[in-house]
């Protein structure tokens, strides 16, 4: 089967990113059946954990604690009517 390189659209950040013809042979030897959704850089920041700004430092929100109701930073987007908690009410 001969593969193209595809241009993909991240999910995660909106930015094109190529999907190659080496990646795509890749895939299909390992089975996979979907193609990737998301960037190289947003793949990386999604396996360690976290965002990141471009110099590698974490990316924190700020949220409101559910237990005790202090401000708090949290390093992912706080999702509404799911609960957050700071470093000492998590403890």
């Given at each position: ?32 059946q979907?193609?990737?959704s ?7 920041a ?14 924190l929100?700020?949220?409101?604690c ?23 009410c998590?403890?």
């Open positions: 089967m001969e593969f193209q390189d595809k241009v993909l659209a991240c999910r995660e950040c909106g930015k094109e990113f190529l999907f190659s013809a080496g990646e795509q042979a890749f895939y299909s030897e390992k089975g996979f979907h193609q990737p998301r960037c190289k850089d947003c793949r990386v999604r396996r360690s954990g976290g965002e990141r700004t471009p110099a590698g430092e974490r990316q929100f700020p949220a409101i559910t237990a005790c109701g202090k401000e708090t930073q949290v390093p992912f987007k706080p999702t509404p009517g799911k609960p957050v908690y700071c470093r000492d998590y403890a």
